[in-house]
């Protein structure tokens, strides 16, 4: 069984940076790997996601062009630099592995999830 286990988050003045960190319990390398978050009130939905090798990635609109994705297959990890943050990407931020042929921002294609890491952007 795969675990994940997000780190990272915090409370941020808006403009700030964050970067998250997923470790997982064993080797990440057959794995797509996807950020997700849920803010109150609203359902999860997908802010990028990463193919195995790290060659390919994707973002959310909302995100394109403030954060960044990567792994690190070596020591299990996948990271997310977030970078100008806005009081609207105040979420619980998961991650999420997948077996999929590729890697999507899609809910139900993820199969192994973390417990999420709160992200609180305010003044």
């Known amino acids: 069984q795969l675990q994940l286990v997000e780190s990272g988050g915090g409370l941020v003045e808006p403009g700030g940076s964050l970067t998250l960190s997923c470790a997982a319990s064993?080797?990440?390398?057959?794995?797509?790997i996807g950020w997700f978050r849920q803010a109150p009130g609203k359902e999860r939905e997908g802010v990028s996601c990463?193919?195995?090798?790290?060659?390919?990635?994707n973002y959310a609109d909302s995100v394109k062009g403030r954060f960044t994705i990567s792994r690190d297959n070596a020591k299990n990890a996948v990271y997310l630099q977030m970078n100008s943050l806005k009081p609207e990407d105040t979420a619980l931020y998961y991650c999420?592995?997948?077996?999929?042929?590729?890697?999507?921002?899609?809910?139900?294609?993820?199969?192994?999830w973390g417990q999420g890491t709160q992200v609180t952007v305010s003044s």
């Open positions: 999420a592995a997948a077996l999929s042929p590729k890697p999507t921002m899609i809910v139900d294609d993820y199969y192994f």
């Open positions: 990463i193919n195995m090798s790290g060659e390919w990635t």
């Open positions: 064993r080797f990440l390398d057959y794995y797509n």
